[in-house]
């Protein structure tokens, strides 16, 4: 049973095309999340929907769409790729935004590889 | 900038060694979290302390928070091959909404 899933694994594209990620939930939880992983492992969060609607969006450029057909899904669209966004993706979701207990649960990314 | 940052950068020891990872961070908090990663994996949450807490213990971990400091550190104790992986503090942001995650201690424990 995955808690948290994404697709695809592994993606590898040109520069200038556009591709999407998927990511579902079947925890129930309101709360889910982008991160981005850099080479250094950096993990940086970049977009936080709750129950559908964008809470957080960090200074990520607008090339970046994320969209939540439904509390269980966040997927990530990315138009016009860069060398630069070649990362690890994470989604993740918590239970309710903030609050003093909310552990994070997250898939086991996306390594985007821009060509 | 980011909020928490792990020291050392990286660590090797030997199985059955403990290993003591640190972690500090910039803001206050209402709690401080560690999370594992293993090489190509997601992050796995390990434990939650609160800032009303100086000590936690989960098993073969135990977690320190001072807030005076701004620091908590992370012990395992009779480490294991297994726990080979990268961990992580995090606090949250100050809107409380999402995690802000440190630069991460790369532990690799040989047999």
């Known amino acids: 049973d995955t808690a948290v899933s994404q697709t695809p694994k592994y993606l590898v594209t040109q520069m200038g095309n556009d591709k999407s990620i998927k990511c579902e939930q079947n925890l129930g939880h309101d709360t889910m999340y982008w991160y981005k992983q850099d080479s250094k492992k950096f993990l940086k969060i970049m977009f936080s929907y709750n129950n559908k609607e964008l809470i957080i969006n960090e200074t990520v450029p607008n090339r970046f769409s994320p969209k939540s057909p439904d509390k269980a899904h966040l997927n990530l669209h990315i138009n016009s790729l860069e060398l630069g966004d070649s990362a690890v993706y994470f989604c993740?979701?918590?239970?309710?935004?903030?609050?003093?207990?909310?552990?994070?649960?997250f898939g086991p990314g996306t390594r985007l590889t821009v060509l | 900038s980011q909020q928490g940052e792990e020291d050392p950068q990286a660590l090797s020891i030997q199985e059955g060694e403990n290993a003591t990872m640190n972690c500090s961070y910039k803001?206050?908090?209402?709690?401080l979290q560690w999370y594992r990663q293993n090489s190509g994996r997601g992050l796995v949450h390990l434990i939650l302390?609160?800032?009303?807490?100086r000590e936690k213990h989960s098993g073969r971990l135990r977690v320190t928070l001072d807030t005076s400091k701004k620091s908590s550190s992370l012990l395992i104790t009779a480490s294991r091959a297994a726990d080979t992986a990268s961990y992580f503090c995090a606090t949250f942001n100050q809107a409380g909404t999402a995690l802000i995650f440190g630069k991460g201690t790369t532990l690799s424990v040989s047999s």
């Open positions: 993740a979701s918590s239970r309710i935004a903030g609050g003093t207990n909310n552990e994070q649960f």
């Open positions: 302390i609160r800032s009303n807490e």
């Open positions: 803001t206050s908090i209402n709690n």
